[in-house]
C-alpha cells in the first residue's frame, strides 16, 4: 500500500473519531459545536504550517539548484 495512502487513512481515522467522541459526549449542543469549530481552526493552522513548511523547503531548494546552474554555466 501506498505511504500517502496509508498516511491520509490514519488521518481520516484520528478525525472521525475524534468527532464521534465530541458528539457522543453529553455536552450541549452550543458546547459540541464549538468544540468541533475550534478543532476545525486547530487541524486547519496545522495544515496550513506544514504546507508552509514545505513550500520553504522546495522554495530553497529551487533558489539553490538555480545557483548551482548559474554557476555552472558561468564556469564554461
Do not use: C, W
Amino acid at each position: 500500500m501506498d505511504t500517502g495512502k496509508t498516511a491520509l487513512g490514519i488521518a481520516l481515522g484520528i478525525g472521525v473519531g475524534a468527532l464521534l467522541g465530541v458528539l457522543f459526549a453529553p455536552d450541549k449542543g452550543s458546547n459540541t459545536r464549538k468544540k468541533i469549530r475550534d478543532k476545525g481552526h486547530d487541524l486547519a493552522d496545522g495544515l496550513k504550517g506544514k504546507f508552509d513548511g514545505l513550500y520553504q523547503d522546495v522554495s530553497d531548494k529551487y533558489d539553490t539548484l538555480l545557483e548551482d546552474a548559474k554557476s555552472v554555466v558561468n564556469s564554461k
